[in-house]
């Protein structure tokens, strides 16, 4: 096994156990134009694209917000990406909140995605 899956099965089984209590399921939404001709048909098709996955919803600590791109009301996700059924993309939407920013760790193991509800928060 390698040090990437390692350190993914290590999370997983945390998010199982020790961490149980604050890993919460989560479910994400992309809503995007089909591949209709709509310059020919004048019709505009959206499609879903639907995943789903597990992790950490956070605040994000007092030095990180700069009230410009991250907000005091943003929320952090932080997720394993082994777990998630898609990508997940600017502007998704995921738990009612949107997709502001996403990052990952250096080994490539988790993302840190930024969400903002969508009530104006």
Known sequence: MGLNAEISTEIAQ????????????????????????????????????????????????????????????????ICLQSELTDTPQMNDSINQMKVINISQDPAGICYFIQLRGTNGG
């Open 14 to 77: 945390a998010f199982d156990g020790d961490l149980k209590d604050v890993a919460k399921d989560f479910t994400g939404r992309r809503v995007i134009l089909s591949d209709d001709d709509w310059a020919v048909n004048d019709t505009q098709v959206l499609s879903t694209i639907n995943y789903s996955g597990r992790g950490i919803f956070t605040g994000f600590h007092a030095y990180e917000i700069d009230n410009k791109t991250i907000m005091q009301q943003d929320t952090k996700l």
